[in-house]
């Protein structure tokens, strides 16, 4: 059984939220998004890659895959900024700038 974007989007939002910080969850649901991006919602972007920013900082392999996530997701909102509302547009720049990736 495989996640649609929003179900992959509300799985690490839900566990940032009730502070469940599990590599394997989040590495799993990265490597997912970043093939999947374009099929993201501004507001389900927008939720990812906030929940990406609030975990604990993330090293190794875990840190490449949300450098690539955060370069991928980048590259997706620019495409299609008209769609973003104001609130999804303020939680993607504070999310790139809580996690230093600008």
């Not at 992959?8 to 599990?22: F, Q």
């Not at 999947?36 to 190794?60: C, H, T």
């Not at 690539?68 to 999310?95: G, H, Y």
Request: charged fraction near 20%; aromatic fraction near 10%.
């Amino acid at each position: 059984h495989t996640f649609n974007s929003q179900a992959l989007a509300n799985t690490v939002w839900a566990c940032t939220k009730v502070g469940h910080n599990s590599p394997e969850i989040f590495d799993a649901v990265c490597g997912e998004a970043i093939q999947k991006i374009d099929r993201f919602s501004s507001q389900s972007l927008a939720n990812m890659v906030w929940a990406y920013a609030k975990v604990v900082p993330i090293e190794g392999h875990s840190a490449h895959l949300k450098k690539q996530l955060f370069d991928t997701a980048a590259r997706s909102a620019i495409q299609r900024i008209d769609t973003f509302k104001p609130q999804e547009l303020s939680n993607m720049v504070w999310s790139y700038a809580k996690s230093g990736h600008l």
